[in-house]
């Protein structure tokens, strides 16, 4: 990141905040505050860092009025309801300053079918590749080398960065983002077994996503068997990530890298699924559902809350001894409840 | 997918079974039983699904001989022995119906090598690069942006989506699918160490792939070290899969998503992989052998079965408390073992 | 790999070694001890394979000294202090050999930048995109349809397979190979909760790749949110890895197919991370730290060593009984200590 100097006075004029210390104070990075220098802006977001207020040489600490005080009286503060985001809106305008704006055009390299829609404002990178009767929205921004399929459809504002596949007859909502390598679109798998083999499925059906959408790098999302793969307004996908067929995927839920959801799962609004969670297929998972890194849910949950399925690591002569038990578990069980059924034993089993 | 009336006695002639009901029912669309209106098509493969036979409201249901009577009571029906395979061909007849048939030829965007041999009927996409000496089979399509290396070869039939990789020197059969960012021909990894860090291993061998192969979204199937990888007939894999170097994985072997082959396991056939699970290396599975989502295989398998290693989830604090026990199981079997040693027991310790 | 003879007295030329045996022997191949032919030359790297080399067909073995003596009674014997690598080094050898030297020039079809610097003898393949800035170093060679963003550097004798994507202001070192679809850059995974939806932060910082370093085929770097996400030289990473926003990792660290590590984990040198394992976010992990297969890392280690966390895979039944029981284990844990508190138990209960 380049430096690119602000005032503290430019930026409560773009970004709102009560401002406590010199408008003129200048600005060039935004760090975390065991980082930031004399001209960093930073933020405290989580009370548990509070600590780190006393010591940050940032120029200004963007806090919450609870911490305004201990802020104060180290420097200059920027005090809001909600740091975080308030560090989240800083870093748009941020990246808005140090970043060219978007070129538009078509790049000559770029094949787009005669018959395909263009919006005003696009960006058609090189060799993308724009499909009979695609329909590109108003300000899309298309990355080199992406591919829209035929019939597919990008709306308004959303941007696919270089090497983005989008198959034929899939939709994608407006102000997107996908990163490279994810495709969209593929065939789901599907096959019916016959003693010659496997005899495929036509996935007939395609992939929906709504507005304000994040798809990240190489993640997957297949296209329906007979309906549509579907997520919701606001989801957020991190990268590697395997939706199959006929998922559908609640609004604002978010996922992070390398999970898989099967076919058919139907996931609530406002989930968080860690990484590599894994959740098998024909399921139904309620809202606010929280699901922990690496853990297979593996049926229908009806409550909100956090669930967990991890096998505790240790040093590896500790696990080998706790996981030779873990084989003969019910062994174990069978001793126990032998114990409490002897006859000098004046204790209930337990259930 | 748009509808593309057709009537029953269409589909009948194209695909056989027998017809209970009016051949001149217009069908514009194929259904699950529960989703199904009066202009779908719908199919009962699944005994446990029968009782939506009653209530479902499709105009023709395909089903086996044993629910012909209460299918037939309802409406039209199909009579099959294997509804889910005729299901299976029936979407393969309606995507042919639906989409357009393939176009021919090479777009003048691709880069092919003057020694490249293409066969009759091929199409090249736009900005899809063959090397020299590759030879790609009749009817092969290949997609934009999609790269096939120097020597490689593509079979008849085959169909490559937009943006795959095939690597110099690879073999892919006929009539196989190969979706979107899918990377066949990458490095094996494999180095030596030495003080001054690691040797690379230069991957001397390539990828063979036998017919009616599918290979699923950005799956990675790594060139072999000294041989060559190996996928038989009829091989299925879905998304985000890894196939290390000199793996071998025999016919009509399916495996799910987001699933790990390591280097040099030789997997048998008929066998299914869920999602997620993971194979060591060097070690040789049996035919028919099924893995459980998310299961790690340690050693090879010689009998066919089911074999599954997941960590039950629970709700997060019911978790805490068992994997917390878990970390010292080995101590409670110990405690166990001393109860029953106790002199007042007179139970024999199981063994 | 197409023979490509070589006399044994050649082999020693190019890389040393004591040879016993002909040198004008004819090599056509490299092969294992078991698959080795009569005009194979194999090695013996582990001592636990010792015994194949009585029955080898091989026409030379690489050997340790502790096996001269065995490997010289059967035929013809290279004797270096490290024979895995002396293997390694002889693929190098190999490879230049059989496989074409790499062309250099700009193709035609590929976009570059008027201000992007190229330096001496590099190769920009057929719709390479090289946007503006780029800088290019001696001797690289860029993959078809790969794409190197805006001000983004390429080390001397760095090679991109094709499909690569090496997004704005990344820098990747020295000797370096990235495979197929790998995307390096790509935002990180951070958004601020609001009532309205998430807030997306920004990803202000980049990816900076040192010397030496590999990188699997459809891998993701994520670029950092502040800082940036760090590789030091010689790390070698397998394919399908996510490496999220702000880790660092240190040098000569190996990590193997489709594992994850998530935000600012700063991961050791000389560590070793297995298939599928799973680090979560803003950890510590000290150098030579071990990671089984499937493993999940939830908190700092300091120590190195080797470290699991695997349920043990069984037959489906078996699993059943022992995960029912599991899910009930801190029950069993009271039952225990119910037996042990009892009056006529003698024993200490354990602590």
Chains 1, 2, 3 share one sequence.
Not at 37 to 43: E, L, P, R
Not at 202 to 222: F, M, S, Y
Not at 238 to 256: E, F, K, P, S, Y
Not at 316 to 329: G, H, P, V, Y
Request: charged letters at 20%; one cysteine or more; hydrophobic letters at 45%.
């Amino acid at each position: 990141m380049k430096p690119a100097p602000a005032t503290l006075g430019e930026l409560i004029a773009a970004l709102g905040g009560d401002l406590f210390g010199a408008p003129e104070t200048r600005i060039e990075r935004i760090a975390p505050l065991d980082v930031a220098d004399a001209a960093s802006i930073s933020f405290l977001a989580n009370p548990k860092y509070q600590a780190q207020l006393a010591s940050t040489a940032a120029a200004c600490v963007i806090v919450a009025p609870a911490a305004a005080d201990a802020a104060r009286a180290r420097g200059a503060a920027i005090v809001t309801p909600d740091p975080y985001r308030y560090f989240a809106r800083l870093t748009q305008w941020w990246a808005g300053r140090v970043r060219p704006a978007a070129a538009t055009g078509v790049h000559p390299s770029a094949v787009v079918a005669e018959d395909a829609v263009l919006g005003d404002g696009v960006l058609i990178g090189p060799q993308a590749v724009i499909e009979s009767g695609a329909r590109i929205g108003d300000g899309v921004q298309i990355g080199a080398g992406s591919f829209v399929g035929r019939n597919a459809q990008i709306g308004a504002g959303t941007r696919l960065a270089p090497r983005v596949v989008v198959s034929f007859d899939c939709q994608i909502g407006e102000r997107c983002i996908v990163h490279s390598g994810a495709v969209i679109g593929a065939d789901g798998f599907g096959f019916a077994p016959s003693p010659e083999g496997y005899v495929k499925i036509e996935q007939l059906g395609a992939v929906r996503i709504g507005n304000d959408v994040e798809i990240g790098a190489n993640t997957c999302i297949d296209r329906g068997a007979l309906g549509d793969t579907v997520l919701e307004d606001g989801v957020k996908l991190d990268n590697l990530i395997q939706i199959a067929h006929n998922v559908h995927i609640g609004r604002h839920t978010a996922i992070a890298g390398c999970t898989a959801i099967a076919g058919s799962t139907r996931i609530g609004a406002y989930c968080t699924i860690a990484g590599a969670a894994n959740i098998v297929g024909h399921l139904t998972i309620a809202d606010k559902v929280h699901v922990s890194a690496c853990t297979l849910i593996t049926r229908s949950i009806s409550e909100p809350g956090l669930y967990t399925g991890v096998y505790p690591f240790e040093d590896n002569a500790s696990w080998e001894k706790n996981a030779a038990t873990l084989r003969r578990l019910h062994q174990l069980r069978d001793r126990v409840r032998t114990l409490e059924a002897a006859p000098h034993s004046n204790k209930t089993p337990a259930p």
